[in-house]
């Protein structure tokens, strides 16, 4: 039953006409890897130029590791597709549930794989057309979310400093076990 603290990562983009700008990793899908370069910095005081993807039982379910003095301190995984996704529920409810931080996609192959994309005439998805939108996506400038003046604005006026009691309080939560009743729902993965 022990508690585990989560932060909300929150997104405001100063976009102005023309100006588009992207987060770090090599295609367009969720924050895995600023947050870990992030985590790694501030919680092991490691700059991570570059991070490597392992694939596990599958190419849409990767891990990230960090290892500092031979030990790893940081567990990531991106989970694409909803067949990965189960498997990571079913690890979690047996308890063996090794990771600080899972990005978790439910289409194979992440967001430019995604049904509202462009598909061949027999409803395939166009490898061809997902290569370029993905080099087209690799060409737009970085821009990390705490360079960002709206976000230094928001924790400065309405947050009180990054470190505040209120930053704490609005940005984070405590998630713990819940013993399990009659009534709830009990869903098979």
Known sequence: NSDHSFCCFLRFDEIKEGDVVRHEGKRSDGYLEHIFKHAAKELFGMDVKEITYKALKNKDFQ????????????????????????????????????????????????????????????????????????????????????TNLHIQKMYQDWLEGMDSKKAQETLHTQYSAVNQTASNLDIKW
């Open 63 to 146: 891990e990230v590791t960090l290892e500092k003095d031979g030990e790893t301190v940081l567990r990531f995984a991106a989970a694409y597709g909803f067949r990965n996704i189960q498997n990571l529920v079913l690890k979690l409810k047996k308890g063996k549930f090794l990771y600080h931080f899972v990005e978790v996609l439910a289409c194979p192959g992440g967001c430019l794989n995604g049904k509202g994309q462009a598909q061949t005439e027999d409803g395939k998805p166009d490898k061809a057309l997902l290569n370029q939108m993905e080099e087209v996506y690799a060409a737009i400038p970085v821009r990390l979310p705490e």
